[in-house]
């Protein structure tokens, strides 16, 4: 990527000084340990042999499987490294220099100058990826536009909908009905929301696939955390299915699947 590129971007760019931990922990991590005992399932054997362009610091997380199936999608080769979130690590103070959110997924690119970029936030990572390639987004208008309004719906409507309906079902230490109805209500009804879409699109943005379904999926393969069925919305079961079949969707589930557990434990934590 050029440095130009990396100026332009509006992201979070990591300080000189935290650098420094990406860089060692990524030599550490290609030499000393692979991600859940093997490389990613897209690099080719000769990409093996060189530093990585592309980390991926993820779990087995709604919002971190989206982001290794863009990647699969785009056929970009990358390195996984697993962060155990049921056990902190997200909230050390060497991931909190990768992303001071301390949350999963987050994305680091190496220039060939050793230049590392750091971006979080899931939906940004598929745009600084789709944007890269020229694929899965359309490059103006309102195909694109569309894109857009279904990515900011997933990440502001479904996405916490969906993530605070499991919580307070499974985990809030004490019951909290109005807390419960409220976010139960919701990740139903922007469920059928996006049914109402899929009546229309074979995707969720239109005639296309693109970074949007992708967004929307990674939640729908994790419905059980907030007992979501897909019984009433016969036009996302269709659309699940067939994102479900396509190849690099599976591939890109299975590289985060491995740390998944313990299925009772919060998909979203
Ligand atoms: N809006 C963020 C949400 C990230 C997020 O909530 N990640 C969860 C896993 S899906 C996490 O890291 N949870 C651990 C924590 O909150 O401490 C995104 O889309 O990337």
Same mark, same amino acid.
């Given at each position: 990527?050029?440095?130009?590129?990396?100026?332009?971007?509006?992201?979070?760019?990591?300080? =000189?000084?935290?650098?420094?931990?990406?860089?060692?922990?990524?030599?550490?991590?290609? *030499?000393?340990?692979?991600?859940?005992?093997?490389?990613?399932?897209?690099?080719?054997?000769?990409?093996?042999?060189?530093?990585?362009?592309?980390?991926?610091?993820?779990? @087995?997380?709604?919002?971190?499987?989206?982001?290794?199936?863009? *990647?699969?999608?785009? =056929?970009?080769?990358?390195?996984?490294?697993?962060?155990?979130?049921?056990?902190?690590?997200?909230?050390?103070?060497? /991931?909190?220099?990768?992303?001071?959110?301390?949350?999963?997924?987050?994305?680091?690119?190496?220039?060939?100058?050793?230049?590392?970029?750091?971006?979080?936030?899931?939906?940004?990572?598929?745009?600084?990826?789709?944007?890269?390639?020229?694929?899965?987004?359309? $490059?103006?208008?309102?195909?694109?536009?569309?894109?857009?309004?279904?990515?900011? /719906?997933? +990440?502001?409507? *479904?996405?916490?909908?969906?993530?605070?309906?499991?919580?307070?079902?499974?985990?809030?230490?004490?019951?909290?009905?109005?807390?419960?109805?409220? /976010?139960?209500?919701? +990740?139903?009804?922007?469920?059928?929301? *996006?049914?109402?879409?899929?009546?229309?699109?074979?995707?969720?943005?239109?005639?296309?696939?693109?970074?949007?379904? %992708?967004?929307?999926?990674?939640?729908?393969?994790?419905?059980?955390?907030?007992?979501?069925?897909?019984? =009433?919305?016969?036009?996302? $079961?269709?659309?699940?299915?067939? %994102?479900?079949?396509?190849? @690099?969707?599976?591939?890109? %589930? +299975?590289?985060?699947?491995?740390? /998944?557990?313990?299925?009772?434990? =919060?998909?979203?934590?």
């Amino acid at each position: 990527m050029s440095g130009s590129f990396i100026r332009a971007t509006s992201a979070l760019v990591v300080a =000189d000084s935290l650098l420094a931990f990406h860089l060692t922990e990524t030599a550490s991590s290609m *030499l000393h340990r692979p991600f859940w005992g093997r490389s990613c399932p897209a690099c080719l054997p000769q990409d093996r042999e060189k530093p990585p362009m592309l980390d991926v610091y993820a779990f @087995a997380t709604p919002n971190s499987v989206k982001v290794t199936i863009t *990647l699969e999608e785009l =056929d970009f080769p990358y390195t996984l490294h697993g962060v155990n979130v049921h056990k902190g690590e997200q909230k050390t103070p060497e /991931f909190l220099a990768l992303n001071l959110n301390g949350k999963v997924p987050v994305l680091v690119e190496t220039d060939e100058m050793g230049q590392a970029f750091s971006l979080m936030e899931s939906a940004a990572i598929l745009v600084f990826l789709a944007e890269k390639t020229g694929r899965l987004l359309p $490059a103006q208008g309102e195909a694109r536009a569309r894109v857009f309004e279904q990515l900011f /719906f997933h +990440a502001s409507g *479904l996405s916490p909908a969906f993530g605070q309906s499991g919580f307070f079902q499974r985990f809030a230490a004490t019951s909290e009905p109005i807390a419960l109805e409220r /976010f139960s209500t919701e +990740a139903n009804r922007t469920l059928h929301v *996006l049914d109402t879409v899929l009546m229309k699109n074979r995707f969720v943005a239109g005639d296309e696939f693109t970074i949007a379904d %992708i967004a929307h999926f990674g939640w729908l393969w994790r419905r059980g955390f907030p007992n979501i069925t897909l019984d =009433d919305t016969p036009h996302v $079961a269709r659309w699940y299915a067939d %994102i479900e079949s396509r190849p @690099a969707v599976q591939r890109g %589930i +299975a590289a985060v699947e491995p740390s /998944f557990s313990k299925p009772e434990t =919060d998909p979203s934590k």
